[in-house]
């Protein structure tokens, strides 16, 4: 007995994913290894010669020494001389002066005298007065001897610690374990999109023509540009559509050539179907339809590359001739980006409504690449504002036709899903791009990184203007939504605006405030490598894409929304009172672990509890109309968040700036429940009534 | 029977995706390499200097001239026999060459070289050292300063830029090598186990469709619906198709008989 087909082609996509993640995973670790065996090879030798090198250096100071006159045992402050040495070069691990038969003299500090005093009392070789290197224990050592006219006085030994090299390659390992997540993502994503335009659309396309002709519409043929199974289907389904035609054809020119009238069935077959004459048949192009998720993964994947040094990368071009403080400044081009984006999404709606997705795509994937490519000639932040602004209305103009595309592309039941798609590529892009962003800065520079993003942004634009069409597949013709309006009815409603005030905005401050500006500040502050940057700042993402829903399924079967909500608020604000008061790397780094891990958990919840809260304006102008409101206030804390941030910054401190801001969720979420409460006490309804939709 | 197109494709995507992978990694991989290798090669060579400027600062914090520390030269001589090191030499702050590791040279007059040299890569005033490219060496300018904080001249250890670039070329090669190896290698895998699959979990739905409709064309009709195995979608759109094409086929096959019309072509 066989599945299903549909089980089976279900099976065999998850097969083809996964084996492609493995295979390209395996292959990319197998690269490392040979890489790191091969680093070993080359570093180490290079190690030995600088170990021959400051031996040479401290044995021909000891020489001088001995050759005052002084015996070699009673040599003054050798150690603190060693321990000097050792500061300087953190590759060795030991210094010791041994006399002729191999007896430790002295030594620097932390010296392992078990493992190697033997190997000096036994290799030493009075007759070989020439340098030697070996291995002992965990270290490679080089002896060389201390000779003052022609006589032996002692060894001077160096050890450099054998792991020494494998953990500088162990540093990179991180670098590569970050890209191999990032890989792992990044083949699921490309290879949904391949799946879409493969398989998906094509059999859309089918199911589409079908269903039209199982409608009786035998009017068009299709433009066959594929040799595979699909354009042979499609061609067959071409000759059957001419042979209707032509047989209709055929029997309508015989009885008017003999002037009979058509048999009736024939009749009620030309009036019941939309039948053409082979002559007459228009032959309409094969349209795309690409699920949009995998255009959304790359655009917004390049688009998040600067997120962990821009405020670096602004602070730069830092001139103090404006009268604020140095940190109000550097958040401005900030807020500006986000002022710009949000104006992008309220006018780019509306004319991508009015003239289609495709278009206002590609003029928002070229706007970020113009942008990107400026930012990097920048040379000073008014030109940086203006060019990261440019960048912005690019980032918005895509955000909101591939919002719109997902939704006109989806059946009405399917909208939800179609959204919940949109988003899920939006946050695997920012996850691998935070990452990926970091490491690239810290090889190929900041400017750099502007231009790769600017690349991706034009293979993005390409593959829309290939790929994308216009058609829509859902047959509903949808009215463009009034936002002014809907946000006037909206106002009116005090749960709304306390979600909006309480949960949604300061969310949003805390993502562009502290996460994207303060964090990448602080960690360069404490000497972070770059790339751990982007590393701390992809947990964030991480934890939307992973650890979020998972959380949010399993306890919105326990709780309601908004005890849900509200505890979890509660949790994510003391995360980051947390990491004020460990006012280090590893606290703020656990902190936004935290954080993040609450927020996430409790998003979907607080969309939820928006729709429970608002039911009446849901019945009156949409769901998605509330929603859309409800981004609009969010793009509020997206714009105070980096400049909060600065203000804070300038005024309190880093510490305390990340202690307001653990206060401002707490204030955030004992201000809803306090709403809800007051809500509650006035209509004389409890919370869980309410919320039940009594 | 199944068409390579679709799986080509699929596979031609996953190669692309490999290929990418591979070039970040293996980028990655020689970026590291090239720091920690210019990193190590030249903390050597500027202990070796350190320890030469202590030596001559040694002698001009004991009153005398640069000019005047003739032991110099013969440690100059004798360092220069370290590995890699193509020669060394002392300049005074104009660029007048006091002392070089290789006698002859010191005839030689590098003043103009060395100043513009310096002035281009603003280090004549410079108190730090500093490392300048000069043609295929790498030159480590170390500051000379006496006892009164004067910086009075510069030595100057130049090596060549083979001992970084070398390694690294090769490390390019290693790389490239294995990159080349470890993708032809994936990408003869990738495309035999998609063949594979396409053809096991995919292919199936597209032949039985095709394979339901050339009864139609051929005009060989049937009372019933087919029987099919596709997904619902499919099934849902293409049944009612089949039931409707079906239809007018019979109809008008059956009316052009009667009225002793030709057949089509398909018969």
């Given at each position: 007995?066989?599945?299903?087909d549909k089980?089976s082609s279900k099976?065999g996509r998850?097969?083809i994913?996964?084996?492609?993640?493995?295979?390209?995973?395996?292959?990319?670790?197998?690269?490392?290894?040979?890489?790191?065996?091969?680093?070993?090879?080359?570093?180490?030798?290079?190690?030995?010669?600088?170990?021959?090198?400051?031996?040479?250096?401290?044995?021909?100071?000891?020489?001088?020494?001995?050759?005052?006159?002084?015996?070699?045992?009673?040599?003054?402050?050798?150690?603190?001389?060693?321990?000097?040495?050792?500061?300087?070069?953190?590759?060795?691990?030991?210094?010791?002066?041994?006399?002729?038969?191999?007896?430790?003299?002295?030594?620097?500090?932390?010296?392992?005298?078990?493992?190697?005093?033997?190997?000096?009392?036994?290799?030493?070789?009075?007759?070989?007065?020439?340098?030697?290197?070996?291995?002992?224990?965990?270290?490679?050592?080089?002896?060389?001897?201390?000779?003052?006219?022609?006589?032996?006085?002692?060894?001077?030994?160096?050890?450099?610690?054998?792991?020494?090299?494998?953990?500088?390659?162990?540093?990179?390992?991180?670098?590569?374990?970050?890209?191999?997540?990032?890989?792992?993502?990044?083949?699921?994503?490309?290879l949904l999109l391949t799946f879409s335009g493969l398989i998906d659309g094509p059999i859309k396309q089918l199911v589409a023509r079908f269903k039209s002709m199982g409608?009786?519409r035998f009017?068009n043929t299709v433009n066959v540009s594929v040799k595979n199974e699909f354009g042979r289907i499609h061609q067959q389904l071409n000759l059957i559509t001419l042979?209707?035609?032509?047989?209709?054809?055929?029997?309508?020119?015989?009885?008017?050539?003999?002037?009979?009238?058509?048999?009736?069935?024939?009749?009620?077959?030309?009036?019941?179907?939309?039948?053409?004459?082979?002559?007459?048949?228009?032959e309409i192009k094969q349209e795309r339809l690409i699920e949009?998720?995998g255009?959304?993964?790359?655009?917004?994947?390049?688009?998040?590359?600067?997120?962990?040094?821009?405020?670096?990368?602004?602070?730069?071009?830092?001139?103090?001739?404006?009268?604020?403080?140095?940190?109000?400044?550097?958040?401005?081009?900030?807020?500006?980006?986000?002022?710009?984006?949000?104006?992008?999404?309220?006018?780019?709606?509306?004319?991508?409504?009015?003239?289609?997705?495709?278009?206002?795509?590609?003029?928002?994937?070229?706007?970020?690449?113009?942008?990107?490519?400026?930012?990097?000639?920048?040379?000073?932040?008014?030109?940086?504002?203006?060019?990261?602004?440019?960048?912005?209305?690019?980032?918005?103009?895509?955000?909101?036709?591939?919002?719109?595309?997902?939704?006109?592309n989806?059946?009405?039941?399917?909208?939800?899903?179609?959204?919940?798609?949109?988003?899920?590529?939006?946050?695997?892009?920012?996850?691998?791009?935070?990452?990926?962003?970091?490491?690239?800065?810290?090889?190929?520079?900041?400017?750099?990184?502007?231009?790769?993003?600017?690349?991706?942004?034009?293979?993005?634009?390409?593959?829309?203007?290939r790929l994308i069409s216009?058609k829509?597949i859902?047959?509903?013709?949808?009215?463009?939504?009034?936002?002014?309006?809907?946000?006037?009815?909206?106002?009116?409603?005090?749960?709304?605006?306390?979600?909006?005030?309480?949960?949604?905005?300061?969310?949003?401050?805390?993502?562009?405030?502290?996460?994207?500006?303060?964090?990448?500040?602080?960690?360069?502050?404490?000497?972070?490598?770059?790339?751990?940057?982007?590393?701390?700042?992809?947990?964030?993402?991480?934890?939307?894409?992973?650890?979020?829903?998972?959380?949010?399924?399993?306890?919105?079967?326990?709780?309601?929304?908004?005890?849900?909500?509200?505890?979890?608020?509660?949790?994510?604000?003391?995360?980051?009172?947390?990491?004020?008061?460990?006012?280090?790397?590893?606290?703020?780094?656990?902190?936004?672990?935290?954080?993040?891990?609450?927020?996430?958990?409790?998003?979907?919840?607080?969309?939820?509890?928006?729709?429970?809260?608002?039911?009446?304006?849901?019945?009156?102008?949409?769901?998605?109309?509330?929603?859309?409101?409800?981004?609009?206030?969010?793009?509020?804390?997206?714009?105070?968040?980096?400049?909060?941030?600065?203000?804070?910054?300038?005024?309190?401190?880093?510490?305390?700036?990340?202690?307001?801001?653990?206060?401002?969720?707490?204030?955030?979420?004992?201000?809803?429940?306090?709403?809800?409460?007051?809500?509650?006490?006035?209509?004389?309804?409890?919370?869980?009534?309410?919320?039940?939709?009594? | 029977m199944f068409n390579f197109s679709i799986s080509f494709k699929l596979s031609g995507a996953i190669?692309?995706?490999?290929?990418?992978?591979?070039?970040?990694?293996?980028?990655?991989?020689?970026?590291?390499?090239?720091?920690?290798?210019?990193?190590?090669?030249?903390?050597?060579?500027?202990?070796?200097?350190?320890?030469?400027?202590?030596?001559?600062?040694?002698?001009?914090?004991?009153?005398?001239?640069?000019?005047?520390?003739?032991?110099?030269?013969?440690?100059?001589?004798?360092?220069?026999?370290?590995?890699?090191?193509?020669?060394?030499?002392?300049?005074?702050?104009?660029?007048?060459?006091?002392?070089?590791?290789?006698?002859?040279?010191?005839?030689?007059?590098?003043?103009?070289?060395?100043?513009?040299?310096?002035?281009?890569?603003?280090?004549?005033?410079?108190?730090?050292?500093?490392?300048?490219?000069?043609?295929?060496?790498?030159?480590?300018?170390?500051?000379?300063?006496?006892?009164?904080?004067?910086?009075?001249?510069?030595?100057?250890?130049?090596?060549?830029?083979?001992?970084?670039?070398?390694?690294?070329?090769?490390?390019?090669?290693?790389?490239?090598?294995?990159?080349?190896?470890?993708?032809?290698?994936?990408?003869?895998?990738?495309?035999?186990?998609t063949r594979?699959f396409f053809k096991h979990f995919f292919a199936n739905i597209l032949r039985i469709l095709e394979e339901s409709l050339q009864p139609l064309l051929?005009?060989?009709?049937?009372?019933?619906?087919p029987?099919i195995e596709v997904t619902p979608d499919l099934k849902n759109s293409f049944i009612p198709f089949h039931?409707?094409a079906?239809?007018?086929?019979?109809?008008?096959?059956?009316?052009?008989?009667?009225?002793?019309?030709?057949?089509?072509?398909?018969?």
């Amino acid at each position: 007995m066989t599945d299903s087909d549909k089980q089976s082609s279900k099976r065999g996509r998850l097969y083809i994913v996964a084996f492609s993640v493995f295979l390209i995973l395996a292959a990319s670790g197998l690269v490392s290894f040979l890489a790191m065996g091969e680093f070993e090879r080359v570093l180490v030798p290079e190690l030995d010669k600088k170990s021959y090198s400051l031996g040479t250096s401290v044995q021909g100071l000891i020489i001088k020494s001995v050759g005052y006159g002084i015996p070699v045992d009673k040599l003054n402050g050798v150690r603190e001389y060693f321990d000097t040495i050792l500061n300087e070069n953190p590759e060795l691990k030991y210094i010791a002066l041994t006399d002729k038969v191999g007896e430790v003299l002295f030594t620097s500090s932390g010296f392992p005298r078990k493992e190697v005093s033997a190997f000096f009392r036994l290799s030493q070789n009075t007759e070989n007065k020439s340098v030697t290197s070996g291995t002992v224990d965990k270290f490679f050592n080089t002896s060389l001897p201390i000779i003052q006219e022609g006589t032996l006085f002692g060894f001077l030994h160096l050890g450099i610690s054998k792991n020494f090299v494998r953990n500088r390659i162990k540093e990179i390992g991180y670098d590569i374990l970050t890209v191999l997540l990032i890989t792992f993502l990044l083949t699921f994503e490309l290879l949904l999109l391949t799946f879409s335009g493969l398989i998906d659309g094509p059999i859309k396309q089918l199911v589409a023509r079908f269903k039209s002709m199982g409608k009786g519409r035998f009017a068009n043929t299709v433009n066959v540009s594929v040799k595979n199974e699909f354009g042979r289907i499609h061609q067959q389904l071409n000759l059957i559509t001419l042979e209707i035609g032509r047989r209709l054809q055929d029997i309508e020119q015989a009885c008017s050539s003999s002037n009979k009238r058509l048999p009736e069935n024939i009749a009620e077959i030309a009036k019941d179907n939309t039948i053409a004459y082979p002559d007459s048949i228009q032959e309409i192009k094969q349209e795309r339809l690409i699920e949009i998720r995998g255009f959304v993964f790359l655009f917004f994947f390049s688009a998040m590359f600067p997120a962990s040094f821009l405020p670096l990368y602004i602070g730069e071009l830092y001139q103090p001739n404006l009268p604020l403080s140095k940190e109000l400044v550097l958040s401005l081009p900030f807020a500006l980006y986000y002022v710009f984006t949000a104006l992008a999404i309220i006018v780019g709606g509306p004319w991508s409504e009015k003239i289609g997705r495709r278009k206002p795509m590609i003029v928002g994937a070229l706007l970020n690449l113009v942008g990107y490519v400026a930012t990097a000639y920048a040379t000073d932040l008014i030109m940086l504002t203006l060019c990261y602004s440019t960048a912005a209305i690019g980032f918005g103009l895509v955000m909101v036709s591939c919002q719109g595309y997902a939704v006109d592309n989806s059946t009405p039941d399917k909208k939800a899903s179609a959204i919940a798609m949109f988003w899920a590529g939006f946050f695997s892009g920012t996850l691998c791009g935070n990452g990926i962003g970091g490491i690239l800065a810290e090889r190929v520079g900041y400017s750099n990184v502007f231009f790769i993003a600017a690349f991706f942004s034009l293979v993005v634009a390409v593959l829309m203007a290939r790929l994308i069409s216009e058609k829509k597949i859902s047959d509903d013709v949808q009215e463009p939504e009034s936002f002014f309006p809907n946000l006037l009815i909206l106002l009116r409603n005090a749960r709304f605006l306390s979600i909006a005030f309480g949960l949604s905005i300061p969310a949003k401050i805390i993502m562009t405030g502290f996460i994207f500006y303060l964090t990448p500040k602080f960690l360069a502050l404490q000497d972070v490598s770059q790339s751990n940057i982007g590393r701390v700042i992809m947990i964030y993402s991480l934890m939307f894409v992973f650890a979020g829903p998972v959380v949010s399924r399993f306890f919105e079967r326990l709780v309601t929304n908004f005890k849900f909500t509200f505890l979890f608020t509660l949790l994510s604000g003391g995360a980051l009172i947390w990491a004020a008061w460990m006012n280090n790397i590893i606290g703020l780094v656990i902190g936004i672990a935290f954080y993040a891990f609450f927020r996430s958990s409790c998003t979907a919840s607080s969309t939820a509890l928006i729709l429970e809260v608002c039911k009446k304006e849901v019945d009156a102008i949409g769901a998605a109309s509330v929603i859309a409101v409800a981004s609009t206030f969010e793009r509020i804390g997206n714009i105070l968040g980096p400049i909060l941030s600065g203000l804070m910054i300038a005024y309190f401190g880093y510490q305390e700036a990340i202690a307001g801001y653990g206060l401002i969720t707490i204030a955030g979420g004992i201000f809803l429940m306090l709403s809800f409460f007051r809500h509650w006490f006035f209509f004389g309804r409890k919370i869980s009534n309410n919320l039940e939709g009594a | 029977m199944f068409n390579f197109s679709i799986s080509f494709k699929l596979s031609g995507a996953i190669v692309s995706i490999l290929a990418g992978s591979l070039l970040i990694i293996s980028f990655l991989n020689y970026f590291n390499f090239a720091k920690d290798l210019q990193i190590f090669v030249t903390s050597r060579f500027e202990v070796l200097s350190k320890d030469l400027k202590g030596t001559i600062e040694y002698g001009l914090n004991l009153g005398l001239g640069l000019g005047d520390l003739k032991t110099i030269q013969e440690i100059l001589e004798e360092k220069t026999n370290e590995q890699d090191i193509n020669n060394l030499l002392v300049t005074n702050n104009q660029g007048k060459m006091l002392f070089h590791s290789d006698p002859g040279k010191l005839k030689d007059d590098m003043t103009f070289h060395w100043y513009k040299l310096f002035k281009s890569n603003n280090i004549t005033s410079m108190m730090s050292s500093v490392t300048i490219e000069d043609k295929d060496n790498y030159l480590l300018v170390t500051p000379l300063i006496n006892n009164f904080n004067v910086k009075v001249g510069s030595l100057i250890l130049s090596y060549p830029q083979a001992v970084i670039k070398q390694p690294q070329k090769e490390m390019i090669s290693f790389l490239i090598y294995r990159f080349a190896v470890v993708f032809v290698g994936g990408s003869i895998v990738v495309f035999l186990v998609t063949r594979l699959f396409f053809k096991h979990f995919f292919a199936n739905i597209l032949r039985i469709l095709e394979e339901s409709l050339q009864p139609l064309l051929a005009g060989h009709s049937q009372d019933d619906d087919p029987e099919i195995e596709v997904t619902p979608d499919l099934k849902n759109s293409f049944i009612p198709f089949h039931r409707k094409a079906r239809k007018l086929l019979v109809l008008l096959n059956a009316e052009a008989d009667k009225m002793n019309i030709r057949g089509s072509e398909n018969d």
